[in-house]
């Protein structure tokens, strides 16, 4: 069964950094697009950053431009999410995703989810 596992988060102080982690098991992610998404309390889920099989193509929601940065390793069949000066909006839980295709921008088209991890971010 095709499993996403997230860890990394936690909680941290505005202006701090964390960083998620996303082991993919009984699967070969290298063919597939990755993303992470998050939800906020209240708030619609939100496609925060995609990165594409090669690792060459990344695509990054405005808010979190030049303080996030996706990163995979296929070899370990795992993804990862470095966030830098996060901010008290950066809240949420952090989903990890598979897509069904090599470059994948919409949630729509991711069809494996991890059960999430929480981000927290105070002021």
């Known amino acids: 069964q095709v499993k996403l596992v997230e860890s990394g988060g936690g909680s941290v102080q505005a202006g701090g950094s964390v960083r998620l982690s996303c082991a993919a098991s009984?699967?070969?992610?290298?063919?597939?697009?990755m993303g992470w998404f998050r939800q906020a309390p209240g708030r619609a889920r939100e496609g925060v950053v995609c990165?594409?099989?090669?690792?060459?193509?990344?695509y990054y929601v405005d808010s979190v431009k030049g303080r996030f940065t996706i990163s995979r390793d296929n070899a370990k069949n795992t993804v990862y999410l470095n966030m830098n000066n996060l901010r008290t909006e950066d809240t949420a839980i952090y989903y990890c995703?598979?897509?069904?295709?090599?470059?994948?921008?919409?949630?729509?088209?991711?069809?494996?989810w991890g059960q999430g991890t929480q981000v927290t971010v105070s002021s």
């Open positions: 990165i594409n099989t090669s690792g060459r193509s990344t």
């Open positions: 995703a598979k897509s069904v295709f090599s470059y994948s921008r919409s949630a729509g088209q991711y069809d494996y």
């Open positions: 009984q699967l070969d992610i290298e063919y597939y697009s």
